[in-house]
Nanobody, 111 residues
Framework: VQLQASGGGLVQPGGSPRLSCVASGSIFRINFMGWYRQAPGKQREFVASIISSSNTNYADSVKGRFTISRDNTTNTVYLQMDSLKPKDTAAYYC??????WGQGTLVTVSS
C-alpha cells in the first residue's frame, strides 16, 4: 500500500490550502482515513479522521477551521485547512486503516 500526500508549501497566515492523499496498492477496503501532524521538536499528533461523511473527528485545535473529506472512488482523503495560523506549521501525514502512513507534506505558515 502506498500513500502519496500533496498540497503542502509556504502559506500566509489566514491562508486556505488543501492537502490530498491518494492510497494505492492492495487495499481491499478502506475504513479509517486520517491526518496527523508533527511540528518541529514535537511529537506527532492527531488532526482529523473520517470513516464516512457523517463520522468525522477533529482535534480541538483545528475544529471549525479544518475539514476532512474523502473520495472513495479514488481512495483519496482531503484536508481543507482554513484560517491557518503559524502554530499550524508542521509536516502533515495521512494514515489509512490505522496502519499505513504517507510520507508527509510540509506546511509552513509564515508571512
Amino acid at each position: 500500500v502506498q500513500l502519496q500526500a500533496s498540497g503542502g508549501g509556504l502559506v500566509q497566515p489566514g491562508g486556505s490550502p488543501r492537502l490530498s492523499c491518494v492510497a494505492s496498492g492492495s487495499i481491499f477496503r478502506i475504513n479509517f482515513m486520517g491526518w496527523y501532524r508533527q511540528a518541529p521538536g514535537k511529537q506527532r499528533e492527531f488532526v482529523a479522521s473520517i470513516i464516512s461523511s457523517s463520522n468525522t473527528n477533529y482535534a480541538d485545535s483545528v475544529k471549525g477551521r479544518f475539514t476532512i473529506s474523502r473520495d472513495n472512488t479514488t481512495n483519496t482523503v482531503y484536508l481543507q485547512m482554513d484560517s491557518l495560523k503559524p502554530k499550524d506549521t508542521a509536516a502533515y501525514y495521512c494514515k489509512v486503516n490505522n496502519k499505513y502512513w504517507g510520507q508527509g507534506t510540509l506546511v509552513t505558515v509564515s508571512s
